[in-house]
DNA sequence: GAGCGCTTGTGAATTGATTCACAAGATATA
DNA sequence: TATATCTTGTGAATCAATTCACAAGCGCTC
């Protein structure tokens, strides 16, 4: 398959949101322009992104809600559950444990690990924070799909590394660091402080 | 002055970091092929992003490092003390009250606000959430320059509304949704429903 | 079933970002 | 002062993403 952007991942996970929210208010069809509208993007950038998959639209009419949805989930990968685990349970770590908006698109946390011997065996609405000394064991007996990164900087590439080798093939990182993969792990990070200078900036540089 | 692209400020954002690394380590000058090994970039790349706001190189030796961090210092509008306001201090909003590490790059966390009267009043290190019926009145007089938002996805937009029209010029919005805001004012959002679906998108067509 | 209004799908054109490649400046050495 | 070595700064070239623009398809009406 050609190369897919990731700007363009982006964009369909925004247009699925929207799809979602226009199939619970009962509507049936939509146009690459609606679409468009509310993603603040325009109909062709909706039209060209969908057209790298196929098409799924009829001429004149727009898209049927309820299908481009079902082929969005598709194409994303949701179609079936994701196991994800979260190491390092701390303040960041147990707020994504203990939010439930990620089961609803097949992300189900399987497990949270910390090292810290106060918090392990805390519990985090239902899940035991297990002892990060067993994430290999764990990790090779569970399977999981993605692995959540919220230890401290200085610890994030050890223990990246500790899941790759016991093969983890991707990670979303929450600490501010860059890390270092194989080509085969896929890695998003996720940089609060990164977003905060990049609004320091623009109300700085206000032309 | 030249737009500049988005990428380009969080690529000038991730060579602070590595110069504040390079600094602590004493390390007194730096070349751009370094400072891009370190960033996952190319030479080149680092030299046109710093050419859009001077040269600040030396030709066969490479930059300063403490002066190269300062410019950059400079550029990002990190030479002074941000206020940051954060409006929901559920679990995300309060494990960012509670973080302690935005401050050492200027941004200070002034105020949390909540409309739940069970959560107004709390205290989070130090800092009693707020009443939100009170941030108009509040932004009036305290002139904050950020707000952090941390509200349920239906509360968003409405919250927003309320900031923008009390002034404020910048959001870090963490709801999954698309905010509306007139052109003078800049929302950065962090979007983690959106960063797992992009890994499951990598997972599911990796060729 | 012809004509009209609407919207898709997609090559072509354009705009934007990155990489190339090299002249020119800086230091060091003798 | 001449020469060798290194690395910047930047136009030009390339690569990538977005926007344009329009032929073609679909449904509706008469
Ligand atoms: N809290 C926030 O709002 C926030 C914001 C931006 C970035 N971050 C980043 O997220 C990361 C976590 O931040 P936090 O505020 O949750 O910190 P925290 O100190 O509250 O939690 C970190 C947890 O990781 C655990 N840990 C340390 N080493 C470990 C290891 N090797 N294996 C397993 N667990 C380990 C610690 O015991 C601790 O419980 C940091 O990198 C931080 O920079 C946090
Ligand atoms: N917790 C997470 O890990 C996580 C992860 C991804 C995204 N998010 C997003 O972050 C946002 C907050 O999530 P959370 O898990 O902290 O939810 P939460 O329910 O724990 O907290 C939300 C808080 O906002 C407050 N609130 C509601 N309306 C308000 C208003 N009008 N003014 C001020 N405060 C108001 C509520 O009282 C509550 O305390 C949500 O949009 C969620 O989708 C959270």
Redesign the pocket.
């Known amino acids: 398959m050609k190369?897919i952007?990731?700007?363009?991942v982006r964009r369909l996970s925004a247009y699925l949101r929207f799809l979602e929210d226009f199939e619970t208010r009962g509507l049936t069809t939509?146009?690459?322009?609606e679409?468009a509208k509310r993603g603040g993007?325009?109909?062709?950038?909706v039209?060209?992104?969908?057209?790298f998959f196929?098409?799924?639209?009829?001429?004149?009419?727009?898209?049927s809600v309820p299908e481009l949805a079902g082929r969005l989930r598709e194409i994303l990968g949701l179609g079936r559950e994701w196991k994800v685990i979260i190491v390092g349970a701390g303040k960041i770590g147990a707020a994504l444990a203990r939010h439930h908006g990620f089961q609803q698109r097949g992300f189900t946390i399987t497990a949270v690990y910390d090292a810290d011997p106060q918090i392990v065996g805390l519990d985090l609405d239902g899940l035991a924070v297990r002892d990060a000394g067993h994430l290999e064991r764990d990790i090779h007996r569970d399977h999981p799909d993605i692995a959540v990164l919220a230890v401290p900087e200085q610890a994030a590439q050890a223990v990246t590394d500790r899941l790759v080798r016991a093969g983890i093939k991707a990670v979303l990182n929450f600490a501010p660091a860059q890390l270092q993969v194989p080509p085969e792990v896929t890695v998003k990070t996720v940089n609060m402080a990164m977003e905060l200078e990049g609004l320091s900036f623009a109300l700085t540089n206000r032309e």
């Open positions: 190369h952007a990731d700007s363009t939509i146009s690459s322009d679409l993007t325009t109909s062709a950038q039209r060209k992104d969908l057209s196929g098409s799924f639209g009829k001429r004149g009419l727009g898209y």
